[in-house]
């Protein structure tokens, strides 16, 4: 066998359909375009980002703010009050994220964990966590307890 011995198998190729020629070929008079409108004009074809005449979100991009649209380098949160840990642990028990994603208190442990002073707390806890707010920390001194605040990783940001 040479290659100009190789052919397609038989039914492979059909012959090009030949549009507009005559109604008895099924595909005449309009050619399958349909009955008028853009898209049966020649030339007629949109654009990709072509959105009915709305205004495209491609020109919207640079004004949007709001619904919809999220900063993303925003650093979420899960937070946790200070009578939840209360209520979990035991007094001079040490208190972090991984600790807290065992006990139930939060969902994942790639979250990042915030201290809220909602409530009251008389148990000495070690707590280690992203972030404090005033009167958490106040109230955790004030019970004994110590607070040391975990480093943000800028560089991996989680976002929704």
């Given at each position: 066998?040479?290659?100009h011995?190789i ?8 012959p ?9 070929a ?23 980002y ?11 991009l640079?004004f949007?703010?709001?619904v ?29 994220p991984?600790?807290l ?8 442990s ?14 000495p ?15 955790i001194?004030q019970?004994?307890?110590?607070v ?13």
């Amino acid at each position: 066998m040479k290659l100009h011995d190789i052919k397609p198998s038989p039914g492979a190729r059909r012959p090009k359909k030949r549009k507009g020629i005559g109604i008895a070929a099924g595909q005449g008079k309009t050619a399958g375009r349909g009955t008028k409108g853009q898209a049966s004009r020649s030339g007629g074809v949109k654009k990709a980002y072509f959105e009915g005449g709305q205004l495209p979100v491609v020109r919207k991009l640079p004004f949007a703010r709001g619904v919809g649209f999220f900063n993303p380098y925003r650093v979420l949160y899960a937070p946790v009050n200070i009578s939840t840990l209360a209520e979990k642990f035991e007094a001079g028990a040490d208190v972090n994220p991984e600790i807290l994603v065992k006990a139930g208190v939060t969902h994942g442990s790639d979250q990042y964990i915030a201290i809220l002073g909602s409530g009251d707390i008389t148990v000495p806890l070690k707590v280690v966590a992203h972030k404090f707010s005033e009167t958490a920390k106040a109230k955790i001194e004030q019970a004994g307890g110590s607070v040391q605040t975990i480093d943000i990783v800028r560089g991996h940001h989680r976002t929704r």
